[in-house]
């Protein structure tokens, strides 16, 4: 069973996969404005901006997280 979830700002959607999650920390030692594990959601994508959100996202060592742009109109 897959278990996906998303989290979208209207710029940027964040994917999380919580099966790939190897739990390095990577997210919230980066970014703990947004990636707060103790909190549910644990993703507050309104913690920071999209472009520092994205730069957590790419340094996520399992895959785990991944990232799409959201197409302005």
């Known amino acids: 069973m897959e278990d996906k979830k998303e989290y979208s700002n209207g710029e940027v959607t964040v ?16 970014n703990p404005q947004v990636f707060q594990p103790k909190m549910r959601p644990w993703i507050n994508i309104e913690g920071s901006s999209s472009d520092k959100i994205i730069e957590t996202v790419k340094k996520c060592p399992s895959g785990a997280l991944s990232f799409y742009q959201n197409n302005q109109s």
Do not use: G, Y
């Open 15 to 30: 994917v999380w996969q919580a099966e790939k999650c190897i739990h390095s920390a990577n997210c919230v030692k980066n």
